[in-house]
């Protein structure tokens, strides 16, 4: 149970309590759920159901982050607070949390039961999310107190299936000691998958969570989290399970494969994206799986936070601007070409590049043709990003062989990157394969044309201008390097000679809606109707799945 001072000497749960705090302030909430009403189908636009929610990741903003995982859990958690629902997040405490910059009270500890007869005692500790949001922090030093999230320079962390393994069932640990049974778990990626295997062999007459709805959304299907199978025992699931339709994948287990069986509903991060994932060239060996699921499968564009990426309002440009004053858009130009040393010119075109150096995101194409259309073509070029050295090398050498005409800075600044996306005409994005996409979103915003490979989330975000009057951007579709320059080349030939068409492509994007409200509002459909279908199911006495009623608990 959750214990305020807990008396058990263990090395692995830290028992400090923030100033003021006690166990005392540690309330249960109500236990017992109460079904979700199932509306008629004329009360359904008057009525709105309010939602238990609770999202469960590896990282959110600004507590953890690693990617644009951290980013979604936080805005979209904001935004269906704001949509009236009790929103909890939870995730690791781990020790890069830089403790001070937060108030973080602990609550108590917990036993975690795992496999083997394994127990390990966590803290729990919460903070928050934009001053109203509980954040709930797990708490284990041997998991979690170490310099990286998922790996450190040497490598990723061999324990990582025993870590999240840990994590994930700590989790329904916690919401049932607290007395907080959610109506839906919004499970994130591989590391936190197992919550939605976890309340399907749970033992439904005896699981609080009988009518929780699980929610498994895949960010990129590269990541699937696959290790060596002996770590079955430890997550206290049963041998049997292991086989090809559920935990099984060429002698390993991989946890995203078994989220994919065992979650009531999965979605994607784009809406392309969930249909380039049923196909084998894109699946990453999970497409057959996934279109056994397919009508359980969707795809909902990730938004952008508006209060922080709005020209209109953004503190860090020298100059903000919208779509009907773009003067402001001006000054960003010339304080980008001053900051990278580029030639002073506004009407040379800029083409920006903010990304992760990376053979996914169409670096190799890019460096065949670059230097060519430096040599060719009368624009700039600006880089900020970082990754594989191969590629940090040649923008390096790049940046002496071009100078006043091209300029990298390795490695990230979120000044930098707020005035690379203010301040070029252009922003490329040539990524061989792309889930959901946050540049040419950004870029838009901006009114910062996007020159892009048409995949993914490209697909469901930017319109070719070529192909009509409401486009924003431009696109190519076969991933060569040919088709790159082809792009290039045209998008700086029409700048040239037919700067209205840029403008009309200019105007449109900062026109668009990126808005989280507008995801929020879709991922808010989507939960009411996994929900309101598994009270269905319960009320008609119809398990999830009777073959899967192994115990979890030894």
């Known amino acids: 149970m959750i214990l305020a001072s807990s008396k058990r000497k263990t090395t692995t749960a830290t028992k400090k309590t923030a100033k003021g705090t006690s166990a005392k302030k540690v309330r249960a909430l109500q236990k017992d759920q109460q079904p979700v009403k199932e509306l008629k189908k004329e009360e359904r636009k008057e009525e709105k159901i309010r939602l238990k929610i609770l999202l469960v990741a590896s990282e959110c903003s600004p507590y953890a982050k690693v990617g644009g995982l951290a980013d979604m859990v936080f805005s979209l958690s904001r935004s269906l607070a704001k949509l009236d629902h009790e929103v909890k997040v939870i995730i690791p405490f781990y020790s890069v949390i830089d403790k001070s910059l937060y108030n973080i009270r602990f609550l108590g500890s917990a036993c975690v039961h795992m496999g083997c007869n394994c127990e390990h005692w966590i803290g ?3 903070a ?6 509980p954040l709930w922090l797990v708490e284990y030093a041997d998991y979690f107190n170490r310099r990286g999230i998922y790996d450190e320079p040497g490598g990723e ?5 025993y870590r999240f393994g840990m994590f994930s069932k700590a989790v329904l640990e916690i919401c049932k000691e607290m007395g907080w049974i959610p109506d839906v778990f919004h499970v994130n990626d591989w590391q936190t998958a197992l919550v939605s295997v976890f309340l399907k062999i749970w033992p439904n007459l005896l699981s609080p969570f ?16 696959k290790y060596d199978a002996v770590v079955l025992p430890y997550l206290g699931i049963d041998w049997k399970l292991f086989t090809a339709d559920t935990f099984e994948d060429y002698g390993q287990i991989n946890l995203l494969k078994a989220g994919i069986v ?20 894109g699946g990453a060996g999970l497409s057959e799986i996934l279109r056994k699921r397919a009508d359980r499968l969707m795809g909902i564009l990730n938004g952008v936070d508006m209060e922080v990426w709005n020209p209109k309002i953004d503190p860090l440009i020298p100059a903000n601007y919208d779509k009907t004053d773009l003067k402001g858009k001006l000054l960003c130009k010339e304080a980008l070409q001053e900051k990278f040393g580029l030639r002073k010119a506004t009407n040379i075109p800029i083409v920006g590049m903010v990304t992760r150096l990376h053979f996914q995101k169409g670096i190799s194409l890019l460096k065949s043709i670059l230097k060519e259309a430096l040599a060719t073509e009368d624009f700039q070029f600006v880089l900020l990003g970082e990754g594989e050295k191969e590629f940090e090398d040649f923008f390096r050498t790049l940046s002496m062989e071009f100078s006043g005409k091209a300029a990298s800075f390795i490695g990230f600044s979120e000044e930098l990157a707020h005035l690379i996306f203010a301040g070029s005409d252009f922003f490329l994005m040539p990524s061989l394969y792309e889930p959901c996409g946050l540049g040419q979103l950004y870029a838009q915003i901006y009114g910062t044309v996007p020159i892009a490979r048409a995949t993914g989330g490209i697909v469901d975000s930017v319109l070719d201008i070529r192909q009509g009057p409401s486009g924003t951007g431009f696109l190519f579709h076969q991933p060569e390097a040919t088709a790159l ?8 030939e029409l700048w040239k000679n037919k700067p209205q068409l ?15 409200e507008e995801s929020a509002k879709k991922y808010e459909e989507l939960y009411t109707k996994i929900v309101q279908k598994k009270y269905s199911s319960i009320s008609a006495h119809t398990p999830h799945n009777p073959s899967l009623s192994a115990s979890l608990f030894p």
């Open 124 to 126: 729990l500790h919460e």
């Open 128 to 133: 928050s999310l934009d001053g109203n949001i």
């Open 157 to 161: 962390y061999k324990d990582n299936a």
């Open 210 to 225: 009988k009518n929780s709805a699980s929610l498994l959304t895949i960010h990129n299907i590269c990541y699937q989290g």
């Open 262 to 281: 065992y979650s009531d509903f999965i979605t994607t991060v784009s809406p392309t994206y969930a249909k380039e994932i049923l196909e084998p060239i």
């Open 485 to 492: 320059l082809e792009v290039l080349k045209t998008a700086l």
């Open 502 to 516: 840029i403008q009309t492509a200019r105007i449109n994007g900062m026109g668009k809606n990126f808005s989280w």
